[in-house]
């Protein structure tokens, strides 16, 4: 079992800074592969990035890319999302999940955080 928790959201101009965190517990964290996801109301959650169970492989979507950064930081069991440059339409809910593989589908992670609020203005 692994329970996740986010922090790191808020409300921000346009053009600013954010960086998210999910603790994660459990001393199994460094065997889980982690996704970052992000809902916007009235719209159907979508993957943002990913990274490996060491951290040497990551994946972004195309809306993020040379934006934002995934890191992992196992020996505090916590995953982080850099987000710079950030735009009004980043604004969403986002959550972090631990699968056994990092993928862009919601469906192959066993676990997910509550999520926290970014709200991007213009």
């Known amino acids: 079992q692994v329970r996740l928790v986010e922090s790191g959201g808020g409300l921000v101009q346009a053009g600013g800074s954010l960086r998210l965190s999910c603790a994660a517990s459990g001393r199994t964290f460094s065997m889980y592969g982690m996704g970052w996801f992000r809902q916007a109301p009235g719209k159907e959650r979508e993957f943002v990035a990913s990274?490996?169970?060491?951290?040497?492989?990551?994946y972004y979507a195309d809306s993020v890319k040379g934006r934002f950064t995934i890191s992992r930081d196992n020996t505090k069991n916590t995953v982080y999302l850099q987000m710079n440059s950030l735009k009004p339409e980043d604004t969403a809910v986002y959550s972090c999940a631990a699968g056994r593989l990092a993928s862009v589908s919601t469906t192959l992670y066993d676990y997910w955080g509550q999520g926290t609020q970014v709200t991007v203005s213009s």
């Open positions: 990274i490996n169970w060491s951290g040497g492989s990551t």
